[in-house]
Each structure stands twice: as structure tokens, then as C-alpha cells.
């Protein structure tokens, strides 16, 4: 009589259990069912929109050329000594107007030439609104339109540096530049016997996006 009773007790909880599960895997068809027949559909073919990317594009002119003598060197120099550089700077392979330019310079190897804020070179850039006319070497430049300055004389080395005047902002337009390295009169016996060499980076940023 003691296992008579026990075993029903257990087939009955189990049997609970899976008809409250079918019970409810009925239900949710039932559902799904109702949804099915209940919406209501429409389509219609979408209009093809060809959208295409811009391009930014800027380059320096051809080297060992009077439209970029930036690659030349120059030895010996003294306080108040001046190396004058022309370099064309154009924007004509964009085809989208920039919205900066700018200009970072680095140094290596390095020396007091740059480091040295106050006593070491310093760097000015001018544009001419034609070529450049070039003499020497020792090049020397001399406009013969209208200058502009595109970065005041400051500290040879700089990050970031906003070049101002320019007319290659715009897609397929070229600057022609002057680029001056002068060793101020106030470098003292400490600048004697050393050696730099200045990288120059140039970088476009495109214009701010807009409505198209």
C-alpha cells in the first residue's frame, strides 16, 4: 500500500505540466494567426539615387624645379643670413574646395638651429600671385604681381601652423610660395658647427559638409 501511493502522486504532477505547456504553445499560435490576417500591405519600386565622394588633393610642385627648391640645403650660415625657397602649392586634383590649410614642421637630426626659440631660425611665407622670378643660387625671389604674407616670422619648428591667404583652398588652384629661413642677429657663439634639417608638411582639411 506505501509505494501503491506515491507513484499516481508523481505521474500526476508530470502530467500537469506538459499539458500546461501544449496549453500554451497553443495559445501563441492562436496569436500569430490572428496577426497574420489581420495586416495589410503596399509597395512600389524605389527611384535609383547615384551618389558619388569628393576628392582633397593637394601637392607641391616639381622637384628640382623653380617650383620647389625646398629640397635644397644651405651650409654655413651666419647670423642674419637669410635661405630663400620657392615651392608651388596646388589643390588641382580636388574636387572638393578645402575649408584649412596648414603647415607642420619638424627637425631631424635636431640642434639649437630649431630648438632654440628666440636665437635659432626663424620661418616667414609669402605668396606672389604669379611665379616667383628666381636668381642664383644662392636663390633670391622677387615678385612680379602682388605679395601677401601666409605666415608671419615665427619659430622655425610649429604644429598645426594656419596659413593664411590662400587661394588653393579652392579646388584646382595653385599658390606660389615663398618660403624664408633667416638665422637672427642675435645667435651667439653657441649656434656655431651645428646641423638641422626642417621637414615641411603640408595638410588640406576639406570644407565644412553642407546641403547636397
Known amino acids: 500500500m506505501h509505494k501503491t501511493g506515491i507513484a499516481p502522486l508523481?505521474?500526476?504532477?508530470?502530467?500537469?505540466?506538459?499539458?500546461?505547456?501544449?496549453?500554451l504553445v497553443g495559445a501563441?499560435?492562436?496569436?500569430a494567426g490572428l496577426g497574420t490576417y489581420a495586416t495589410f500591405t503596399s509597395s512600389t519600386p524605389a527611384e535609383a539615387q547615384a551618389i558619388t565622394s569628393g576628392?582633397?588633393?593637394i601637392a607641391l610642385g616639381a622637384d628640382g624645379t623653380s617650383a620647389n627648391r625646398l629640397d635644397i640645403g644651405a651650409s654655413d650660415i651666419a647670423p642674419g643670413d637669410t635661405i630663400?625657397?620657392?615651392?608651388?602649392?596646388?589643390?588641382?586634383?580636388?574636387t572638393i574646395d578645402l575649408g584649412s590649410l596648414t603647415l607642420d614642421t619638424t627637425a631631424s637630426p635636431s640642434s639649437a638651429l630649431d630648438t632654440d626659440a628666440a636665437n635659432g631660425l626663424q620661418l616667414t611665407i609669402?605668396?606672389?600671385?604669379?611665379?616667383?622670378?628666381?636668381s642664383g643660387p644662392p636663390y633670391t625671389y622677387t615678385c612680379g604681381g602682388t605679395t601677401q604674407?601666409?605666415?608671419?616670422?615665427?619659430?622655425?619648428i610649429g604644429s598645426g601652423l594656419a596659413l593664411s591667404n590662400l587661394s588653393a583652398l579652392t579646388a584646382g588652384q595653385t599658390d606660389h610660395l615663398r618660403v624664408t629661413l633667416s638665422l637672427p642677429t642675435t645667435a651667439d657663439n653657441t649656434m656655431q658647427?651645428?646641423?638641422?634639417?626642417?621637414?615641411?608638411?603640408?595638410?588640406?582639411?576639406q570644407r565644412t559638409g553642407t546641403g547636397k
Open 55 to 57: 576628392t582633397v588633393n
Open 193 to 205: 658647427g651645428l646641423a638641422s634639417t626642417i621637414d615641411f608638411v603640408f595638410t588640406g582639411t
Open 84 to 94: 630663400e625657397r620657392a615651392v608651388d602649392l596646388s589643390n588641382a586634383g580636388s
Open 28 to 31: 501563441a499560435a492562436s496569436i
Open 149 to 156: 604674407s601666409v605666415l608671419a616670422s615665427q619659430p622655425v
Open 10 to 23: 508523481g505521474l500526476s504532477v508530470i502530467g500537469t505540466k506538459v499539458m500546461a505547456t501544449l496549453a
Open 126 to 134: 609669402d605668396k606672389c600671385s604669379v611665379a616667383w622670378t628666381e
